[in-house]
């Protein structure tokens, strides 16, 4: 399988932005879909995730509320759409892929996305004026 996100660039405080992470060579698989973030120096932070099965999401709390993820299945893409973008929402984002049967969003998302195999290779979120 791969991995592509998209859509990241330079916003004002309180704007909102849109990802797109296009996956490939999951179709007909029960997978989990998740999008991660990670400053210069810090750890990688999971966001929010979905189950390709039940379409069950999860998020963080420091995103709940602002951020919404969904499935585009005709374009066999996961949207992330950000609102009242803060200037620490600056980090490159990914999105990442995981088939295993055992994989829960929840958990899978709280450490950041350990263990999986399929990452895209990020794009750029500056939130600043």
């Known amino acids: 399988g791969q991995v592509e996100e998209s859509g990241g660039g330079l916003v004002q405080p309180g704007g909102s932005l849109t990802l797109t992470c296009a996956a490939s060579g999951f179709t007909g698989v029960r997978r989990v879909i998740g999008w991660f973030r990670q400053v210069p120096g810090k750890e990688r932070e999971g966001l929010s995730c979905i189950d390709s099965s039940d379409d069950w999401t999860f998020y963080v709390d420091s995103v709940k509320g602002r951020f919404g993820i969904s499935r585009d299945n005709a374009k066999n893409t996961v949207l992330l759409q950000m609102n009242n973008l803060k200037p620490e929402d600056t980090a490159v984002y990914y999105c990442?892929?995981?088939?295993?049967?055992?994989?829960?969003?929840?958990?899978?998302?709280?450490?950041?996305?350990?263990?999986?195999?399929?990452w895209g290779k990020g794009t750029l979120v500056t939130v600043s004026s």
């Open positions: 990442a892929v995981d088939a295993k049967p055992t994989r829960r969003c929840s958990s899978w998302t709280l450490r950041g996305g350990d263990d999986t195999d399929y």
